[in-house]
């Protein structure tokens, strides 16, 4: 008699270790297409908003519509991730932003900013999807291991996101060679850099980790649908208060980050600084985002998520206080900006690990979902009130308000940590 074939739910463990190996490996392939697409376009877009719309206070607004599309499509991601899988709403996010990309290069050949801020927006499905591969590393993941493995899908968006930033000079002169106009190539390259991390999730992420671990959990595969996404997830923050300390942090950490960082291409370019300058001093930053993000998830299991994130808030913090004490000095500038990526790294590796842990497989699609399109929200509010502070007052100002609010995020974790 043959025995009956081997099921999902029946899996041994040293099978389970073999696909969450092979989930990684896709997932960080798909992180570096997708690192790329967001990379190029985050090096220039408040630069061409910049050009097209002659006003500084508007070229802040390219990076609020990248966060805000960050922010709009968590939700939609997390529904179709909740009733698909993770194959679901990663191909989702990706698709909303090669959409976006196309809308970037026919705004730009017509030389309308707001054309472009549209396209931008849909561009922050990149960011989007890059958020959600995350958590798609922690499905499968072993109990004190979630942080190590979900910073091992953010590291290998470094190869991509370094690379992009550079890559933003000679694709816009390829982009002119093949009739394209000045800075559409570009986003043109973006879109097939999000076109392959598409092809890569659809045709790879072969069984999917989030309906796998709920066969293996016992629980219902199909999440929350509908309004009771955002209701599920708030019903769950109530009674975890873990879970709501991670989220504020996460927000926080992304909201400084944000700030700073999109409006220095601006104050790079008014100090005349070129565009392989600005390219360079971005690359250096997501290299501080991305680079050491093994390390940070080490730390997080090993001694915490919570020192962590209190490491983190001190980074961003000494970030600020360089980035706006600077002047015209890029170096000191490019030190603030690398720091401020590391600091990003502990709120975002850690907290999204303290998330993750501390809510039940069910609902952790709602939680990460609402998780994400809160700092994204908070985000794009941040580079608002950026782009206004740098207009109305200096990119020094800009530092010193960001550093007090990280600072007051430090203390209040501080105060509530022991608290059950």
Known sequence: MTSAPTTPAQSPPDRIRSIQRRTLGVLSAAQIMGGVGVAVGLALSSVVVDELSGSTVISGFAGTATTLGAALLALPTAKASGRGGRRAGL???????????????????????????AGLVL??????????????????????????????VVWAATIGSVAGPNLAEPTDLMGIRLGLVDKAGPFAFAALAFTVAMIIILGLLRPDPLRLAR?????????????????????????????RRALVMIAVSH??????MSMTPVKLHHDGSTLDVIGLVISLHIAGMYMLSPLVGWLADKVGKVPVLLLGTALLV?????????GHRVGQVTAA?????LGWSCGLVAGSALVTESVPIERRPSVQ???????NVCGATGTIVAGAIVGALSYGVLGLVVGVMVALAGLWLLAVRSRP
């Open 255 to 260: 909201t400084a980050m944000v700030s700073v």
């Open 91 to 117: 191909t989702l996010a990706y698709a909303a932003a090669l959409t976006g990309c196309a809308i970037s290069v026919t705004a730009i050949s017509l030389r309308t900013w707001p054309l472009l801020l």
């Open 337 to 341: 900006l690398f720091l401020l990526g």
């Open 318 to 326: 000494i970030a600020a206080a360089l980035a706006g004490t600077a």
């Open 215 to 243: 066969r293996l959990d016992g629980t219902a595969e199909d999440g929350p649908a509908g309004n009771r996404t955002i209701r599920t997830a708030w019903d769950t923050l109530r009674t975890t208060p873990a879970a």
């Open 369 to 375: 979902g609402l998780s994400d399109l809160i700092m």
């Open 123 to 152: 561009v922050g499905g990149g960011s989007a999807g890059g958020l959600a591969a995350r958590y798609s590393a922690t499905d499968l993941s072993p109990k004190g291991r979630s942080a190590r493995h979900l910073s091992l």
